[in-house]
């Protein structure tokens, strides 16, 4: 206990404690003298009473020693993909497998900390073989070790004991996660590797986005397995119709066959398109036969209008640096030649506008229409004319000269990113023309980049955006962005840098500000054994979050029938897990009351019955002997459970951990040793009183 100080501070006060002891052992005097046995007992309650607060008032601290062992953490990672029971063991896995496993678990309890989880399309710790139910829709070994990692690496983690497939259909290489680990990981190798009859559909190419009235290719591959002299056909469907058809005969054991045609998008939103081989006599598995894709169709592209004062090569360089995204349609015009309407058009580049007062009528058309605008600043700008529009930016005390400005980046822009490489080669362009004068921006405007003029660096802007009014406003202050272009292909052979600045901004103004004060977030797609996830947020007038009403969910199938929700309230917003639903395709209606308004949000889902875990059912077990190899483990089959506890108890690197933790205490904070001392003087007080009175 005093295990910091010498014996030799407790010989003194030992010494001191019998001397103060013996000196109260004579006195005071008694009238009726205490018996011997009497006096004895008392003096050994005084000296121990005597001795301990002496040690409090000289040693007023200890050094306490606390011996922790830590039992090694073993952590059972249990696929629980659907892949596992469409085999011949599915039976096994559903029953005995499990027995084992959880016979496993309570012989290494006494010895090890052992952790259960379970994986597939997510990793989560669960409390016993009863919540594997083999229904997840893929499987991610890769996060599962991951997460184990995540979890346990920093609490004496020592082993995992992996039990898969080798099945990985989504994620990474499970063969890189395992690089940067030290703990071995033993495989229980489940899951079939026989090669059987099989055709399915292995790889889809195609676009996810197509615009209305457009083509766009489809790329479908075909494999199978001892197959051969079979017959098969593939077809593409929509809404039941057939779109390509092709026959085929399997020529070889190991077969593969690349399928190409042509779709057209017809109907504007998200397009469900069924590819399907016809299932052949006598195949392993027909799951893998079919695969929905989906498509979304939106109704043309974004179209930009380009006005100009008068010609200039900046037209074609921003033209060229615009349409290499084919989101954008972009048509220019010299300002005297446009009579169609700007409401065609979803954002506007100016370039040297305003420079007379039929440019501000157009102008303010933009604005009252909330068109994005892009002002290009040149030598033909009117600044006074430019100064009287609300765009975030006035520019005073011109004498309508123009500088040479290149561009430096700032670095607290937030709006958007602009890549590393375009950071650094902005400083190497050709500077441009920019009008003289003293800039002012208000608090809602950002500078991307700054000019430089000579050697000196200003704060005045180069680019900037402002989004202070309704539509969003940029402005290039200069003119000579076509120089832009041809120094970065001098430089680097490309004009990717020169045209990412024109890119970003069209791709920022473009974009919409969601202002609705109701939202409703949900995915496109559910695969058949996915949990569907619906979130809701509710803005009140001041565009704060919210969540006092109840926000009420109405789904509808295919058939008409309505399925009604209502939301759970997070901290601040809604959330609602629907659980799974049966493929097909769903409406949903999102509503509620607020402020006295109805506020509603629809939207359309598709649960897909595609199923990762079905297009391959050949466990890979090389993998599970390499990831076992790896890390100085070994690989067993489910029927050899039983011998990893010995394996496990021979490791001298699977062992408790054992910590000393010394810390200095206070005599005076330990309430167990103040009562000790006032117990002993209560109870010598207490017997000199009693028998006193004998």
Sequence with gaps: ??????????????????????????????????????????????????????????????????????????????????????????????????????????????????????????????????????????????????????????????????????????????????????????????????????????????????????????????????????????????????????????????????????????????????????????????????????????????????????????????????????????????????????????????????????????????????????????????????????????????RQSQNSSTGIINSNFTLFSISKETQTLISQFPPLQVPFGKYNLLPTTQSLAFQKIGSITTNYPLIAFSNHTDNRIGTIFGEGFWKWRLQNYLINQTHLQADEIIQKSIQYLASKVDKSRFRVACDNIFAINQPIIIEAELYNDAYELVNEPEVKLIITNNQGKKYPFTFSKTLNAYHLNLGTFPSGKYNYTASTNYGGKAFSVNGTFYVSEQNLEGINLIADHNLLYNISEQTSATMHYPQEISKLKELIKQREDIKPLITQTITNKKLIDQWWYLSIIVLFFVLEWFLRKYWGKL
């Design 1 to 398: 206990m005093f295990a910091e100080y010498s014996l030799w501070w407790i010989i003194p006060i030992f010494i001191l404690s019998l001397l103060i002891t013996a000196i109260l052992y004579y006195f005071p005097k008694r009238s009726t003298p205490y018996s011997p046995n009497q006096k004895i007992t008392l003096s050994i309650l005084r000296f121990l009473a005597i001795f301990l607060s002496l040690a409090l008032l000289l040693i007023p601290s200890f050094r306490d020693k606390d011996t922790i062992i830590q039992k090694p953490i073993i952590v059972i990672a249990q696929d629980n993909s659907s892949s596992l029971i469409m085999t011949k063991d599915s039976s096994f896995y559903k029953k005995d497998y499990l027995v084992a496993i959880e016979d496993l678990k309570k012989a290494l309890a006494q010895d090890y900390d052992i952790k259960l989880m379970s994986f597939g399309s997510s990793a989560k710790e669960i409390n016993s073989t009863k919540e594997i139910n083999y229904t997840d829709y893929s499987t991610d070994v890769s996060e599962a070790i991951q997460s184990i990692r995540d979890a346990y690496s920093n609490l004496h983690l020592s082993s995992i004991i992996l039990c898969t497939d080798g099945i990985s259909n989504k994620g990474t290489s499970p063969l890189n996660t395992i690089n940067d680990i030290q703990e071995p990981v033993f495989t229980i190798a489940m899951g079939d590797t026989t090669i059987k009859k099989d055709l399915s559909i292995s790889e889809v190419r195609y676009n996810r986005i197509a615009y209305l009235n457009n083509q766009f290719p489809l790329e479908i591959v075909a494999l199978s397995q001892k197959s051969k002299e079979s017959k098969s056909v593939l077809r593409v469907k929509k809404d039941g119709a057939t779109l390509f058809e092709e026959k085929f005969t399997i020529d070889n054991e190991t077969f593969s066959k690349s399928f190409n045609t042509i779709l057209k998008a017809d109907k504007v939103g998200l397009q469900r398109y069924t590819i399907s081989l016809q299932a052949m006599e006598n195949e392993q598995t027909i799951i893998n036969n079919t695969r929905d894709i989906f498509v979304e169709v939106l109704d043309g592209r974004q179209k930009v209008l380009i006005l100009a004062s008068s010609p200039s090569p900046d037209i074609s360089a921003i033209k060229q640096a615009i349409e290499k995204n084919e989101n954008y349609e972009v048509k220019p015009f010299l300002f005297n030649d446009f009579n169609a309407s700007i409401q065609e058009y979803n954002i506007a580049i100016l370039h040297q506008i305003p420079s007379n007062q039929e440019h501000l009528k157009l102008i303010d058309k933009l604005l009252n229409a909330n068109i994005p605008i892009l002002f290009i600043i040149g030598s033909q700008t009117n600044l006074s004319l430019y100064n009287t529009l609300p765009l975030g930016v006035k520019i005073s005390e011109s």
